[in-house]
């Protein structure tokens, strides 16, 4: 029997804040049997906007957001629970506003489901990452970067999310543990650090509110050219628009800018890596096929 899988995010602000969450939810429409979506209320037209999508699959959930909770982000974690026990489906897909399918990678996402659907010991599915930095032309190589994460979970097992990143899986014992996993053996493309600039300065102001901790000053051109690399591949056909219109167009990087303490660390893991073979970048998750 075929296995149903819900698609599932949240927002709140989402032209405000500069996320290319249309193309998000389309690109991931042709896949999924419903879609949910949490809208916080704000100050903008995000709601209007998914609204006017005007898809069957799509389902709104309008939220208020507590402003009290400056806790490591569980106010992110919040919304993504309540859309996510909102679905129906066998699995549950989950995309934040600033990430998009690629077309060409449906049917391989679709496959992997099918193949490990019967196989209680695979909880979720794993997926590569493209994180674009600056401009559409260049990608994050550092391992200060996850390179792969959970983004499609079994939604018939006990699961809860720390913060909007990751989930964790309730075992007998009421401990939370990482899933554990197989690769999708496809890629997430990750927008948020191309928008404007000044749209991803709204954004961590607010993040820094939901952290109790002081929003960072970003300029795209204070970064470690070491850490990118030119990308090479295409862009979803969904994001086509939004990245014409409304991402950052060209990167720039400081002749002058000196690596922080951190990057110099990132920079020596990396040499590391390409000399062992081994991935040191964070991982929420247990491959076990």
């Given amino acids: 029997m075929r296995a149903s899988i819900s698609g599932f995010t949240f927002i709140r602000n989402g032209v405000e804040l500069g996320f290319p969450f249309e193309a998000s939810i389309r690109s991931m429409l042709p896949l999924v049997d419903e879609f ?24 709104i959930i309008e939220t208020l957001w507590n402003e009290r909770m400056a806790d490591r982000g ?27 399918l690629h077309e060409g990678d449906l049917a391989a996402i679709r496959a992997s489901v099918e193949r490990h659907h019967a196989n209680s010991a695979v909880e979720a599915l794993v997926f590569d990452y493209h994180h674009f930095y600056g401009s559409a032309q260049w990608v994050s190589i550092s391992p200060g970067w996850y390179r792969r994460e959970c983004r499609l979970i079994r939604n018939t097992i006990r699961t809860y999310a720390p913060d909007g990143q990751y ?27 191309i928008r404007r600039n ?24 204070q970064f470690d050219r070491r850490a990118l690399a030119p990308f090479t591949g295409t862009h979803p056909q969904a994001v086509h628009e939004w990245l014409t219109h409304d991402a950052e167009q060209i990167l720039n990087i400081d002749p002058n800018y000196k690596p922080t303490p951190k990057e110099n660390k990132y920079h020596l893991i990396r040499q590391v890596e390409a000399l062992t073979g081994l991935d040191f970048s964070r991982k929420h998750f247990r491959l076990v096929a």
Avoid at 36 to 59: C, F, M, N, Q, Y
Avoid at 198 to 221: F, G, N, R
Wanted: neutral net charge.
């Fill in 36 to 59: 949910v979506v949490a809208v916080g209320h704000g100050s903008d037209d995000t709601l209007e906007r998914i609204r006017s999508i005007a898809d069957p699959k799509i389902r």
């Fill in 74 to 100: 569980f106010v992110y974690a919040q919304q993504k629970m309540i859309a996510q026990y909102s679905c129906t489906g066998d699995w549950a897909f989950y995309l934040e506003g600033d990430e998009v």
């Fill in 167 to 193: 989930w964790l899986v309730t075992s007998e014992h009421k401990r939370g543990r990482n899933p554990h996993a197989a690769l999708a053996n496809a890629h997430i493309y990750h927008y948020g650090w």
């Fill in 198 to 221: 000044e749209d991803m300065q709204k954004k961590l102001d607010q993040v820094s509110k939901y952290w109790a901790t002081p929003a960072a000053q970003i300029h795209y051109s």
